[in-house]
């Protein structure tokens, strides 16, 4: 059974950091690319960021480029999203899924097959 346990949601002052925690189990880690998303509840999922670890391409948003990076760990079969410089408008549910197959480049699309429950960032000003 394929699971995405997200992780490291919090309340933080703006200007702050935060590190996300996807933790993957029941799928081999590089048949899959990961991406992050967010939603904020009443407006559209946003796509964040996505990383293929098999060349280890990445891709992000425009408004985060800069501001997070996205990595991984094959070894613990976890992604994260490092996030620095945060601001308020970086308030959201953060979410991570998984879709399967070949993405160099990824992308943070509608097609992903597996998501997790999501952990919420708040970042006050």
């Known amino acids: 059974e394929v699971q995405l346990v997200e992780s490291g949601g919090d309340l933080v002052q703006a200007g702050g950091s935060l590190r996300l925690a996807c933790a993957a189990s029941g799928f081999t880690f590089d048949d899959y690319a990961i991406g992050w998303f967010r939603q904020v509840a009443g407006k559209e999922r946003e796509g964040v960021s996505c990383?293929?670890?098999?060349?280890?391409?990445?891709n992000y948003a425009a408004s985060v480029k800069g501001r997070f990076t996205i990595s991984s760990d094959s070894a613990k079969n976890t992604v994260y999203l490092q996030m620095n410089s945060l601001k308020p408008e970086d308030t959201a549910v953060y979410y991570c899924?998984?879709?399967?197959?070949?993405?160099?480049?990824?992308?943070?699309?509608?097609?992903?097959?597996?998501w997790g429950q999501g952990t919420q960032v708040t970042v006050s000003s």
């Open positions: 990383i293929w670890r098999p060349d280890g391409n990445t």
């Open positions: 899924a998984a879709i399967r197959g070949w993405h160099s480049p990824c992308e943070v699309n509608d097609e992903y097959e597996y």
